[in-house]
């Protein structure tokens, strides 16, 4: 065997030598291409192994001649011994690290991977029929039929999106009779659906309202603190979660918004808080709007859900509009994800509620300034779904039917599951914060550790801080689920 040698020179390259056995000839040639597969170089030496002179074999020693003069190595002459070196092309990328895997995404990737014929996939937050398949929603593929029976084109849309979009899409929000739409109050901008059209809000945050803080519950959807981080928008949170009822901590959250700078942004989940599905009474929201006055800060709702919480458009917008009501002004992004199943259509809004129409006009240029750069004009193709669905009445009424269909199957899968604990369950714990959250997701208070019990044992793939989608649940393995949450609460501390 020869010796094994590692020398590092200048100008970005690795010089390598590595042992290798005593052969001759081409059986030597053959071995060393094979044997640095990982270097460049590897294939030209296999195209030369058959034009290449090899001499004086007979005392074990080789002389690769047409690689002395192609300078691709250097090579020394010993008795029994042959020293190969090859340069290495370095990377100047070599510094960045690995990214950490999405804790969300990375659930579905772990789902897919195991075989356990009852696995279930409670992570993503998607909705599944009752066989747990995705659902495309029947309005959706009419409203596509109508697209491709018009012939519509594949031209670019403005920086602020489809003009039928927007305007749909507002008064869905706000409701179409309300003095801010007709005063022309509302700076609308057609976004990235919810993730794009927040990241564009906070974009417009930090560039406007220098040094402004935001305030985020405690917990919130993971994503939230990325899009703040990103957009260099400082945050810190109030408490919204209470773990000793599993419900709403109100005279935390009051506390926290009170004492936060006057003047910061307070980011509010409009229905079906992710992750926690526990929403304000109507009481509450009074409340919180009141301190959110007194404290002049700015409203920023997150409404993901509209339609596909309580299966009703209008009650979903309740608290938006509570607080557009008193003259406030606020931001609001929007998603359909949800409500219309366009995950893949990446179609959203965000919504910025002004005094004036004059202070609308110029909060939308600036918005769009922004836009440019990031993405440049939006995709048409959910837009048109949208704006369609919206505005055909035959169209739209489907739609609020197949919304109310799959927020009563959520509703009936969180009954069958509640049912199901407390018939399983014999210790007397109160079961009933089950019923009381609201939307896809339901908060089971569970800790790390029995998370990981419900996945290792009862194949139940989910996120670390006990939060499990109803979506991806049907009425036939609620009771497996009941065994799972009973043994992973009791039997794991």
Not at 98 to 126: C, Q, R, Y
Not at 163 to 187: H, R, S, W, Y
Not at 204 to 226: C, D, M, Q, V
Not at 461 to 483: P, Q, V
Request: charged share 20%.
């Amino acid at each position: 065997m020869t010796t094994c040698r590692l020398a590092k020179v200048t100008r970005g390259y690795e010089y390598e030598s590595y042992d290798i056995p005593r052969l001759s000839g081409r059986s030597l040639f053959v071995f060393i291409a094979l044997s640095i597969s990982r270097i460049e170089m590897a294939s030209t030496m296999l195209s030369l192994a058959s034009s290449l002179s090899f001499h004086d074999t007979q005392k074990g020693k080789i002389k690769l001649a047409s690689l002395e003069r192609s300078n691709l190595f250097l090579n020394t002459e010993s008795a029994g011994r042959v020293s190969m070196v090859a340069a290495v092309k370095t990377s100047r990328f070599d510094g960045v690290t690995m990214a950490p895997p999405d804790p969300i995404l990375g659930v579905s990737e772990a789902f897919k991977a195991s075989t356990n014929p009852m696995k279930l996939n409670l992570g993503v937050g998607a909705y599944r029929t009752e066989e747990l398949q995705p659902y495309v929603l029947n309005v959706v593929k009419k409203a596509e039929n109508l697209m491709l029976e018009r012939g519509e084109n594949k031209e670019y849309l403005p920086i602020e999106g489809l003009a039928a979009f927007n305007k749909a899409t507002a008064e869905l929000l706000f409701g179409a009779d309300n003095p801010v739409i007709k005063e022309q109050k509302v700076a609308t901008v057609q976004g990235l659906s919810g993730t794009g059209s927040l990241r564009l809000a906070v974009a417009f945050i930090e560039r406007y309202f220098p040094g402004a803080k935001a305030l985020i519950s405690s917990p919130t959807w993971g994503n939230h603190k990325n899009i703040f981080n990103d957009a260099g928008v400082p945050w810190s949170e109030y408490r919204y979660y209470d773990p000793k009822t599993v419900g709403l901590d109100f005279e935390g959250m009051i506390e926290d918004i009170k004492a936060a700078p006057e003047g910061s942004f307070i980011l509010l989940h409009g229905c079906a808080h992710n992750p926690t599905g526990i929403d304000p009474t109507p009481e509450q929201w009074e409340k919180i709007a009141d301190v959110i006055q007194e404290k002049n800060h700015i409203p920023f709702f997150d409404v993901a859900y509209q339609g596909f919480a309580s299966g009703s458009l209008d009650a979903d917008a309740a608290s938006v509009r509570l607080f557009v009501a008193r003259g406030m002004e606020l931001l609001v992004a929007q998603s359909y994800s949800k409500n219309l199943g366009l995950y893949a259509e990446r179609i959203g809004a965000i919504n910025v509620v002004l005094t004036s129409s004059g202070t609308a006009a110029r909060v939308k240029s600036q918005l769009k300034r922004l836009a440019r750069p990031m993405y440049s004009n939006p995709p048409i193709h959910g837009a048109k779904i949208v704006a369609n669905i919206v505005g055909d009445p035959t169209l739209f009424g489907e739609w609020k039917a197949e919304m109310e269909m799959m927020a009563g199957r959520i509703k009936n899968v969180r009954q069958k599951l509640y049912d199901s604990l407390c018939a399983k369950d014999k210790s007397g714990k109160d079961w009933s914060f089950i019923l009381k959250q609201i939307g896809m997701f339901s908060f089971t208070g569970l800790n790390t550790t029995q998370t990981e019990n419900m996945t290792k044992k009862w194949h139940v793939f989910m996120t670390k801080d006990g939060r499990i989608s109803l979506a991806g649940l049907n009425l036939a393995k609620c009771e497996y689920l009941s065994d799972a949450i009973i043994d992973s609460y009791h039997n794991v501390s």
